[in-house]
């Protein structure tokens, strides 16, 4: 059974960090991990419950979750979701993408996010990657740490079973909620937790530990891809303007494989979603492949891939924009925010004048004086040169003196 010294020599192995946040839904995994690491002294630790507002019973969970904390005298944030459900999308997918969005929100950096996830839970997971059909990645199930916006997320009890759990909520008496939606079958994972693997402990009964083991050495030859597939990513990132673009005669200089392999890497590291294996194909056909002057777009959940000078781009959804928007710099000597476009423009030094300065953004057939050549210029030849990928060409702020475009920002 677990103990708080088990856990705590777990946690050391994998993290040096000391500030514990723990993702506490009141259930039995999460209530049996609040409760060891309140025990850990060594360390400070908070909670953070997700409300997300699906089921009725929702408040009386932040009450009880509130009421363990004030006893364990562990402070608890309640973060509420107002979550729609468009037709076709899963429930289960939907829940879960909005609860790490508001952790990762919330966990800063110098803390690390813990999960309650054990030995039974990644052994569901492996099965339903594996009836998806993902690959090594997916089949590598849940790592015990990992990165996790600006902080890492980190999953001690991945070694342990429920059963174990179970002990140690009995011994301790342990009053945890028990979520209803968890016998409803027509969820996934629900149908193998209830219906699938029992029949398989059946036959073999220690196949959560030996699903387990397959999940770790998933693991590790993930690990070695993601070697193989960095040192590839290395050897052609000197030709990257930066690390949202690859460039894409570089990409194809490897085996179509290894392409594969390099292009979802680069989107993952780049902080995105890696793509299905559908979508992956269709960043081939429709991306990489498609011609010099064409200006394609693919996008899957919380991410967009582009194609530019030979260049591909992975990028957050844009938001809408009002090209024609005009924004008044009254104070020019106070730095501007742009809320929509997260921007924020230094003070400006300007010649004592009473016009106006105003942030404009492109119509078409702007001119402007270049300061450092001494002539005018067009800003469509400015962008050119300075090689902005059409769809930023629109977003690009302007600022004028009265009718006088006098800076593009962000392009000399």
Request: aromatic residues 6%; charged residues 20%; proline residues 4%.
């Amino acid at each position: 059974m677990i103990t708080p010294q088990a856990l705590q020599s777990q946690l050391q192995s994998i993290t040096p960090v000391k500030k514990l946040v723990i993702a506490y839904s009141g259930g039995l995994d999460s209530h049996v991990l609040l409760h060891l690491t309140s025990q850990m002294t060594d360390y400070s630790v908070r909670a953070i419950h997700v409300h997300h507002g699906l089921q009725k019973e929702a408040g009386h969970w932040v009450d009880h979750c509130q009421q363990v904390c004030d006893v364990l005298n562990i402070p608890l944030q309640v973060e509420h979701l107002n979550l729609s459900k468009e037709k076709g999308e899963s429930v289960e997918e939907l829940a879960r993408t909005a609860r790490y969005t508001a952790f990762k929100k919330s966990v800063q950096a110098g803390e690390v996010l813990l999960t309650a996830h054990h030995q039974n839970d990644q052994a569901e997971t492996l099965l339903l990657q594996l009836f998806r059909g993902a690959g090594v990645q997916g089949l590598a199930a849940m790592p015990q740490i990992s990165g996790f916006g600006i902080a890492h997320l980190a999953r001690p009890l991945l070694n342990e079973t429920r059963e174990s759990l179970e002990a140690y909520a009995k011994i301790h008496q342990l009053a945890y909620i028990e979520d209803p939606s968890n016998q409803d079958s027509t969820f996934d994972r629900n149908f193998l937790r209830n219906e699938i693997i029992p029949q398989l402990k059946n036959r073999w009964p220690s196949i959560d530990k030996t699903i387990s083991r397959s999940a770790t050495i998933q693991a590790e030859t993930k690990h070695i891809l993601d070697d193989i597939a960095e040192q590839d990513l290395l050897s052609i990132k000197e030709n990257n303007q930066n690390n949202n673009t690859l460039l894409i005669s570089g990409l194809k200089e490897f085996s179509d494989s290894r392409q594969k392999l390099l292009l979802r890497y680069w989107i993952q590291s780049s902080g995105f979603k890696a793509p299905s294996e559908k979508k992956l194909k269709h960043i081939f056909t429709d991306v990489v492949d498609a011609s010099d002057d064409a200006q394609p777009l693919l996008a899957w959940y919380g991410a967009e891939i582009r194609r530019y000078q030979g260049r591909l781009y992975i990028m957050s959804p844009l938001l809408d924009h009002d090209s024609a928007q005009v924004i008044s710099w009254d104070d020019p000597q106070k730095p501007l925010e742009i809320p929509l476009l997260g921007l924020t423009l230094n003070a400006l030094v300007l010649e004592r004048s009473t016009e106006l300065v105003t942030i404009r953004f492109r119509q078409g057939g702007e001119t402007l004086l270049h300061a450092k050549r001494g002539v005018t210029i067009s800003l469509k030849n400015l962008l050119n040169e300075a090689g902005i990928p059409p769809w930023q060409r629109s977003r690009i702020p302007l600022v004028y003196q009265g009718d006088t475009l006098i800076i593009v920002v962000g392009v000399d």
